[in-house]
């Protein structure tokens, strides 16, 4: 089917998820006559976070962050919503996919595919399309290896410069992720990349993941969390002009982007900013509760059945081990989250073939019923099923497939 947010049906509680009762009742019945883990997308919740971030933007393009997502058809329709324009992909290979039939393609990781950076080198057109993301010359010397600058089309780059806060005191507060951080580090890589030959640059992108990736309304240590993202904010608006400035000297930029679902305030404050990326507040993992500015609905669950009851307050359901990225701790695993009160065993977690869960609402399931669980990331779950089934109230309208039910595997 063709998937069309701004035609999406709208019940008559714009927000079904805020009586939890009904809204997960409602999602099993959709599923009712279906078997196995069920990976599900409610249109209402996705509709009203798209246009959530949409106006949270203030009017600044959102560039849509693939990873996040991982379904090709729910990026086409944020895509066609207004304030949206552009991709951030997290692979070439996936970038040259993506640009068969987008024009505006960033891939916002530095790559060493020497078969994707071929396609891409051989292909004027995808050329045209893609954007590499670099932050050191030997990224470009890898290009130059595979194909030479008088063999190839001239490949579009963009620098990907450090956001993190180095704090007085405190040190490196953020990710580690680009080696250039100063504006006069990022000035002379960009003019080495000026001076190269088959090269042309045409944007910056700064990360502010400590203010974007970091709730400040989780109850553990918010006050800290706000002071530290409040200084990190003033930092980063006053070094991001100056380093815009000094690119804009050398060579005149198409874009610069910032930012993340958890910042969009703050970045589309920042003049010196053209567009913001973001997409986990699309399908909202639930990292993304924690935050003061906005409240995402729970648009994209996963359900699993109840295979077992080893004890009466004891459900097990098969499967569920569906672990996000990042440190191994408790957040990472999914939650589940209907029936309430349900919790997975602190020696056990959510496991690979089985999940037990303990809790008051386990004495009230029997063998068969379902429990439903959010992931703790966006776009991880499209990695583990191959389609989402779509649901508008109670009824199931169809499904699309994620890039595994495309046959695609990225990384």
Known sequence: ??????????????????????????????????????????????????????????????????????????????????????????????????????????????????AAIARLAADEAAAARVTLMVDDIAQLEIVDAVLPPSRRAEIRVAIDADASWRAPGLGHIGVFRSPVHEPAEVANLARLIADRPGFRLVGLMMYEAQIAGQGDATGSGDAVIRWMQRRSGHELLERRAAIVDALNRIAPLEFVNGGGTGSLELTASDRAVTEITAGSGLLAGRLFDGYRAFDPAPAAAFSMEVVRKPAPDIVTVLGGGWIASGPPVASRQPSPVWPEGLATMPREGAGEVQTPLRGDAARSLRVGDRVWFRHAKSGELSERVEKFVLVDGDRRVGEVPTYRGEGKAFL
């Open 1 to 114: 089917m063709t998937l069309d947010l701004l035609a999406a049906p709208q019940a008559a509680d714009a927000q079904p998820w805020s009586r939890p009762a009904d809204y997960w009742g409602a999602m099993t019945a959709a599923i009712a006559d279906l078997s196995g883990p069920v990976a599900a997308l409610h249109l209402g919740g996705l509709r009203y976070n798209a246009l959530d971030m949409a106006v949270r933007a203030a009017g600044v393009p959102i560039r849509v962050a693939s990873k996040s997502v991982r379904i090709r058809e729910v990026i086409d329709a944020t895509l066609a919503l207004p304030g949206y324009a552009g991709i951030l992909a997290f692979t070439l290979p996936e970038a040259l996919w993506l640009a068969e039939t987008r024009t505006d393609v960033v891939v916002g990781y530095p790559t060493v595919d020497r």
